[in-house]
């Protein structure tokens, strides 16, 4: 397995300004990520992953540690190890006096790609822009103006793409319509790098999740191997009438009630807590209920264990 990107030990400390104290935001990351990946970043606000996309797109300069990118030490070959990647970075950047097609034109040139090898209308399609080629990036709404990031960070081609919050605020379709064509470029070879907080979306589309926080790295694995880690299940139980207070057998067993007293619920592991048991226990309160449910562990509760601390 070949790394598309890989930290070692990677440290960066913020120095005191005016407005902030000294701040280490990283804290001896270590992270590979395989060539070809749907790779998510997550991690809480202030975690560092902004911090970690920023170094890799020559942003930020790291304190100490090792990075490669394709191969490339960034410290070695600064330039051609920043062409490897794509960035649409947190905030929204563009030139409002320029129209699409004149930021993406000015990018390629940035990039020396050559006029003949330039993909500005196939970028502009394939991201939904089209219709707005010509227009003043003033007057594109927020969810184009994410698009058209996108858009810059593509047309050198690179085979790494890295969207740090590339949804956030954007609207459902759109996301969407984003998710699709980055699955594209990512079964055409690309490898995908992307932060969120949608869980759910990291979820969907990943297939590998590095969790970071305060700096470090506290899990990585595919999505299934990190489910696999929560053990506990929630049962839901809908009651027929609301009640005021549970049975004193179900409180014993740690179900809760919820606050319009219909729906009683239990956080169990199967492999300590079979649910036969549990069944007798629900048989035994003679609660009359109409239906049950039992929710399996999402990733939300992943990243609520390993961040707690
Ligand atoms: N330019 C900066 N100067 C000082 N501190 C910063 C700067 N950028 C980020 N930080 C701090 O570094 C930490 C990590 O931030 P960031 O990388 O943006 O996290 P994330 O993207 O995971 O939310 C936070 O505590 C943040 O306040
Ligand atoms: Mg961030």
């Known amino acids: 397995m070949t790394a598309a990107i890989q930290a070692e030990n990677l440290v960066k ?3 005191k300004s005016a407005k902030s104290a000294e701040k280490k935001a990283l804290e001896g990351l ?3 990520i395989p060539k070809g990946s749907m790779f998510a970043l997550l991690g809480p606000n202030g975690a560092g992953k ?7 797109a020559g942003l930020a300069r790291k304190t100490s540690g090792r990075v490669v990118i394709d191969g490339l030490d960034i410290d070695a070959d600064r330039i051609e190890s920043k062409r490897r990647v794509g960035i649409v970075p947190q905030e929204i950047n563009i030139d409002p006096f320029f129209t699409p097609r004149e930021a993406l034109e000015m990018h390629a040139g940035l990039y020396g790609v050559p006029e003949k090898k330039r993909r500005t209308d196939e970028i502009l399609a394939a991201l939904g822009l089209s219709d707005k080629a010509n227009a003043y990036a003033r007057s594109l709404s927020g969810g184009m103006r994410r698009r058209l ?3 810059k960070a593509l047309v050198h081609t690179p085979p790494i793409l890295i969207l740090d919050e590339p949804t956030a605020g954007v609207d ?5 319509q984003l998710w699709a064509y980055v699955r594209e470029l990512n079964r055409g070879g690309t490898t995908v790098v992307l932060t969120t907080h949608y869980l759910e979306e990291a979820e969907e589309l990943c297939d590998t999740v590095a969790i970071i926080n305060k700096g470090a790295l506290v899990a990585l694995d595919s999505v299934p191997n990190l489910l696999a880690k929560v053990q506990h299940k929630t049962l839901v139980v809908q009651l027929t009438e609301p009640i005021a207070a549970l049975p004193e057998v179900l409180l014993a067993e740690g179900f809760t009630l919820d606050a319009k007293g219909l729906k009683a619920s239990l956080s169990y592991d199967p492999a300590v807590k079979p649910m036969d048991g549990i069944l007798r226990v629900l048989s035994s309160a003679a609660l009359p209920f109409r239906d049950m449910s039992i929710a399996a562990p999402s990733l939300e509760d992943v990243f609520l264990a390993v961040t707690k601390s």
Do not use: D, H, K, P
Not at 50 to 56: A, D, E, Q, R
Not at 172 to 176: A, P, T, W
């Open 13 to 15: 400390i913020y120095s």
């Open 30 to 32: 270590s992270l590979t």
């Open 50 to 56: 902004s911090t970690f996309i920023n170094i890799l």
């Open 149 to 151: 990031m996108v858009a």
């Open 172 to 176: 459902v379709e759109l996301r969407q």
